[in-house]
């Protein structure tokens, strides 16, 4: 049975500080990809971005593994249907919800990953759902809502459409972590990533290659400055990123290193802004604060019952 490897030379100071950088890069990315849906179709873009991803994550695994982990049948389908839900549906919905919807929305939705992580936590594993937990539920969901249904004509308009997609991706990439959390006990994370990303990428590639998508000179290489955004968003998002996300988990452990997640929204948010010039509003800044405190509440340790 593969364990993971022990840490050497990694403080958690230090760790944290890198993790820091890595929800920097997340919440830039999700920038990034709004920009790409202007130069390419949804499944190329998803393709693309996998694809780098996977490239920059094989040579530093294999440098560093030596080759494909063991696996038994059973993991390696564990594997696949991880795949699905976190790599191929995930990527189609993150990318066509950007598309319809914008940068800011996409960032608060997102927030709602670890309070949708703990609720697949307590319906999946018999964690403890209490009433803390359900104000954080509502709360994190009323915040999301608010932002949704903000919109002029909102309900099944294209921005409402899009808002839904983003949700959708991220219970897709939560109910696959419960996959993730049973592979966790008996091979390493490194070694799940990779295989989740190399089957999520190949499904995304097949999809593409015998899809509707146009896949001509003009539609694979739209100029260089979006090439530069699939590499940024490939290599340093989605490859470092997850690289330092699996570091993290094992040096401080898993519940320390999910809270990092509370900063991807803010610099999300703030580099939409930025970058794209996109409006805050009320409605923005009360779901914000909503599925921010929310989160906090519904993913807070369960005190343990005195004895």
């Not at 996409?106 to 964690?127: D, K, N």
């Not at 799940?192 to 990428?201: K, L």
């Not at 490859?239 to 997640?261: K, Q």
Request: aromatic share 10%.
């Amino acid at each position: 049975m593969n364990q993971p490897a022990p840490s050497h030379g990694a403080t958690p100071a230090s760790v944290q500080a890198w993790m820091l950088l890595a929800m920097v890069l997340w919440g830039v990315n999700v920038s990034a990809v709004k920009a790409l849906t202007a130069s390419f179709e949804t499944l190329p873009l998803a393709a693309l971005r996998m694809g780098v991803a996977c490239c920059a994550l094989s040579a530093i695994v294999l440098w560093r593994r030596g080759g494909w982990p063991r696996l038994t049948a059973r993991q390696l389908a564990t594997m696949a249907g991880c795949a699905l839900l976190m790599v191929y549906g995930n990527q189609i919905l993150f990318a066509q919800g950007l598309l319809r919807s914008t940068a800011t929305n996409g960032a608060l939705i997102m927030a709602l990953s670890p309070l949708v992580s703990a609720l697949m936590a307590a319906l999946v594993f018999g964690e403890r759902f209490t009433p803390r937990r359900m104000v954080g539920v509502a709360l994190g969901f009323a915040g999301v809502a608010a932002v949704v249904l903000s919109h002029p004509g909102a309900g099944l308009s294209s921005a409402g459409i899009g808002d839904l997609m983003l949700a959708l991706s991220v219970v897709s990439f939560a109910v696959g972590g419960v996959g993730v959390q049973r592979l966790a006990r008996q091979i390493d994370p490194l070694s799940i990533s990779w295989v989740i990303y190399m089957i999520g990428t190949l499904m995304l590639v097949v999809h593409t290659v015998l899809g509707p998508s146009r896949l001509g000179t003009a539609q694979l290489f739209p100029g260089a400055w979006p090439w530069a955004l699939v590499l940024f968003s490939g290599i340093a998002a989605t490859a470092a990123g997850n690289l330092i996300w699996n570091r993290a988990i094992s040096v401080i452990g898993v519940a320390r290193t999910a809270v990092f997640l509370y900063w991807v929204p803010v610099f999300g948010v703030g580099f939409a802004a930025l970058l794209l010039g996109e409006v805050l509003t009320w409605w923005h800044l009360f779901g914000f604060a909503a599925v921010m405190t929310g989160t906090w509440l519904g993913t807070r340790p369960v005190a343990a019952s005195a004895p």
